[in-house]
């Protein structure tokens, strides 16, 4: 991520022009019938979950408090290094009334942020390795430090134990659907009303949506400002290029197939300086100079006719959702 951005920083200013046949736009998020093993292959430097708990059933006459949490990315680690760059990482919290505790909920990547949005280039295959897949993490309590020290930790909403119930029935199904992360927001340009052609789906983007069922359920949300982080390409109209199979198969498009493992090389970690740089220049080629990228979304590859400005990291508002007290008595 640090050699893209370096890369649009420094780089100059040329496009692509490339087109495609008119689409769906932005490409559906897909969705899967279960959540496969994971290769032994992915590690995490920091394991994922490490506490988590499965999610009580709470008494119907139960109120629980909701509270919006947001902190710098890697905050444990970096403080509020990426927190100056607006790169946040979004939570939710409950606290009930009948029993005191506290809980946190979240969503985000099995193996850290660079597997989700690179893959390995491993000896021996052709196709690139992702470790991408992304899940729901609940576990007992609030780390109030955490949360307020570099961030939010905000009351947003009061909920019934009905209500908590069936937002758990969702959790699952979201959870168990929707498995692999996605880091990029691509669109046609800057502005509010330009074509997305991808949508992002990472921690954020799970706060929203457990905002808006928790909205179905009758929730009344306070009035107050909410902003999430997301990391934007832009691109001229994408072009659909196939999956692992069809292009990296035995009758596969080498030429292709050669073309995107060359775009991904740059990107594998680093052991010297040098390496970095020479990598970077090789990432300036590519995305600036070339106005190319390839992208992997739902498993399949597309590539992207870079424009200006290239990428933009943006912390930009999002309402929280408006309920109806019509549900479940609220």
């Not at 430097?45 to 109120?63: L, N, Q, W």
């Not at 905002?211 to 306070?222: C, E, I, M, N, W």
Request: aromatic share 18%; glycine share 8%.
């Amino acid at each position: 991520l640090l050699l893209l951005a370096a890369a649009v920083v420094w780089g100059p200013r040329f496009s692509g022009g490339l087109r495609s046949p008119q689409r769906r736009w932005p490409v559906p998020y897909r969705r899967f019938d279960y959540r496969p093993k994971t290769d032994p292959y992915c590690q995490a430097r920091y394991t994922f979950c490490p506490t988590g708990s499965a999610i009580p059933v709470m008494k119907e006459e139960d109120v629980i408090e909701v509270y919006r949490l947001q902190a710098p990315v890697w905050e444990f680690k970096y403080g509020d290094l990426l927190g100056h760059l607006k790169i946040m990482h979004d939570a939710v919290g409950f606290k009930s009334s009948l029993t005191g505790k506290n809980y946190t909920m979240e969503w985000y990547e099995l193996f850290q942020l660079g597997n989700c949005t690179f893959p390995h280039l491993r000896p021996g295959m052709e196709a690139p390795f992702w470790c991408n897949q992304g899940a729901a993490c609940f576990y007992e309590g609030i780390d109030d430090a955490h949360w307020k020290e570099n961030g939010t930790l905000v009351l947003v909403t009061t909920i019934s134990g009905t209500m908590f119930n069936e937002m758990a029935k969702w959790v699952k199904y979201d959870n168990e659907t929707g498995i692999y992360y996605e880091t990029w927001t691509v669109q046609a340009s800057p502005d509010k009303q330009s074509i997305v052609w991808f949508d992002s789906y990472e921690c954020s983007k799970f706060i929203l949506r457990t905002y808006q069922k928790l909205a179905d359920l009758g929730a009344v949300f306070k009035k107050i400002q909410t902003n999430y982080t997301s990391i934007i390409l832009f691109s001229g109209e994408p072009i659909y290029l196939g999956n692992e199979t069809s292009i990296f198969g035995p009758l596969g498009n080498k030429t292709l197939s050669a073309a995107i493992r060359d775009f991904y090389y740059p990107f594998k970690p680093h052991r010297t300086v040098g390496e970095f740089f020479l990598d970077l220049l090789k990432i300036i080629d590519h995305v600036i100079l070339n106005g190319q990228f390839y992208l992997f979304y739902n498993l399949e590859y597309w590539f992207l006719p870079m424009k200006y400005p290239y990428l933009k990291i943006i912390y930009e508002e999002v309402p929280l959702p408006i309920g109806s007290k019509a549900s479940f008595g609220v």
